[in-house]
Each structure stands twice: as structure tokens, then as C-alpha cells.
């Protein structure tokens, strides 16, 4: 099977199956080269069940959890995004296929100038990527409609909350360091409201705000 074929087919065993219904969600999980995100090596791998290594201790998330993620922000075309992680940049085009502007903050310098390079040559025009600490958010760029969190972590940076919009949602693996549950979180005439998903498991978010260095338990 060729690529494509190969992406067709984990649309229709990994994510209909699963639940994911949203049909402009399973178009561009068909449409974007996911393989172009990886390693030559392992690009054979790249439409399998589960996530891989990126370098530097890092993933790219299973392909199930990019969409049901993406699915649970409800992107209409129109939104302001920010995502915390950009790891390989996947799940930032992913984003981009599907809002207006997409803002991605990743920890490791050479994560985002490779993920950066592999979304110009795919012609991604609305992502823009800053290395730095994501757990404070993009407070210049704020307010965002939506907000990924890639990463794992205790619970939801507090910098990010007044960077949401009215109306808008979060989306963030929140738990233990090596077991989370996805929450989702609206912000609504100053209200918040929380919903707990899907079990998961995530590389932790680094940072004031997230998990500390050493805290490895
Ligand atoms: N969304 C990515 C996968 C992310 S893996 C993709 O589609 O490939 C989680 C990423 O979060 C890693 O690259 C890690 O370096 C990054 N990260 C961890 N802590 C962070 C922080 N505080 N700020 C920004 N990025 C962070």
C-alpha cells in the first residue's frame, strides 16, 4: 500500500470505528502527509495505531488522539488557535486545515525549527511557531478561540485562562505524570465548565505551571 492508501485506511479501522464522526475532521486526518512529520526510517509506521518517536525524548500522538482532540475543540474556519507542544508540527496542520490562524509554542528549539521547516515545504502559510515556555501561553498574541495542550500535565496552566475568549474552549491531557484523562474546558460568560474524556497517555509539559524538571513520579 502506498501512502495514501495507507492513510485511507486508518481513517476508516482506527478512527470511524472509534466514534470520530466529524467529516471535516476524518477529511483532512486523509488529507494531511503525516509521514512527512517523521523520520525517513519509521515513515512506514507513521499510519499505525500508535504514537512515535520524534527525537529528543519526544512523540508524535497517535493518530486517534489527534483526531478526537481535534474533534472535541469543534473548529468552524474561522477561529484563533494556539497549541502547546508543536513537537513534529503535525497536529498544528492538522489545526490549520481546520481554523483561520494557528499559533504553536514548542520547549525544544530544534523540535520547532524542524516542524517549522517540514510546514513551510508542505506551503502552511497560518502557523506560527515561538520556542519558549508554553505553559505562560502567547500572551501578545492572545485572545485565542481555542486552546491544545499536547503534553500532559497536572492541571490547566492558570496563564492560559485569561487568554480564552468568551465562548471558547480548551483542550488539555490533565492528570498524573503518566496516566491522563483529556479535559475540556468552556469559557463562558466568565464561567468555566469542565468535561472529562478518553483516557490517555501523554510526554509530561515542562514548566512553571506544568511539571517541574525532576518531579518523575
Ligand atoms: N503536537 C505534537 C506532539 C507533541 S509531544 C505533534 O503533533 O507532533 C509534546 C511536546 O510538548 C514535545 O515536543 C515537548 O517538547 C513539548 N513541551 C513540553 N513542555 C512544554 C512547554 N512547557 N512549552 C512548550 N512545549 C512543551
Known sequence: MGFEELREFMVITQLIPRGIKDKRVLKVMKKVPRHLFVDEPIQYKAYDDMALPIGEGQ???QPYMVAIMTELLELKGNEKVLEIGTGSGYQA???????KEVYTVERVALLAERALETLRSLGYNNIHVKVGNGTLGWPEEAPFDRI???????RIPGPLIPQLSQGGTIIAPVGERFSQQLLKVKKSESRLTEEY?????FVPLIGRYGWERNTEK
Request: glycine letters at 4%; hydrophobic letters at 45%; proline letters at 9%.
Open 59 to 61: 512523540t508524535i500522538s
Open 93 to 99: 496542520a492538522i489545526l490549520a486545515e481546520l481554523s
Open 148 to 154: 491544545m495542550i499536547t503534553a500532559g500535565t497536572p
Open 197 to 201: 474524556h478518553t483516557p490517555c497517555v
